[in-house]
């Protein structure tokens, strides 16, 4: 169990790493989108959407990494009048809830990203770049998120891990 556990810790930070390097790209592409039309008076093709395109990916690929640095904004009122077996219950309800949302998203992402695979779907634009591969982030940061929900729940009833990730 603690072996599933930590590959799931591990793989969030793996995720961790691939959204900072993508929100790092988006910045350089910018740089250079900036360069090109202001300094050398020349038109852009694909870093706008580029830049759209990789901080979603970042955002997607990004999530288990925030839950797994309990990173996301909460509001601690009820947990703080909680002993802490009244935390864990607590924490895996909200666990339970957000895992049966992203199931769902992640079975449409999955559907979504499907169909522009077998379609070709393409930007309409001079790029026209195929969406399945920005569709691809969803699934794959949808369902590892999924992962890190059942690591956080796991370790709060092996006592691997307490909600607030201390």
């Known amino acids: 169990m ?24 988006a910045v350089l ?8 039309r202001y300094a050398l008076k020349m038109s852009t093709v694909w870093q706008t959407e580029y830049v759209i395109f990789s901080l979603a990916a970042a955002t997607f690929i990004g999530a288990p990494y925030v839950l797994l640095k309990k990173g996301h904004v909460n509001v601690d009122l009820i947990p703080y009048y909680l002993n802490q077996k009244g935390k864990n219950i607590l924490a895996i309800v909200a666990a339970i809830l957000a895992l049966s949302f992203l199931v769902v ?7 979504l990203t ?53």
């Open 2 to 25: 603690f072996v599933f556990i930590k590959f799931i810790h591990s793989l969030s930070k793996i995720c961790g790493v691939i959204s900072t390097t993508l929100i790092a790209s």
């Open 29 to 36: 592409v910018t740089t250079q989108m900036v360069i090109v």
């Open 105 to 111: 998203l992640f079975y449409s992402s999955v559907q």
């Open 114 to 166: 499907s169909h522009a695979w077998v379609k070709n779907v393409k930007t309409p634009t001079i790029w026209s770049f195929p969406l399945w591969k920005v569709y691809i982030f969803l699934p794959i940061g949808m369902g590892i998120l999924v992962l890190q929900y059942l690591a956080d729940i796991l370790g709060i009833l092996y006592n691997y891990d307490n909600p607030k990730g201390n």
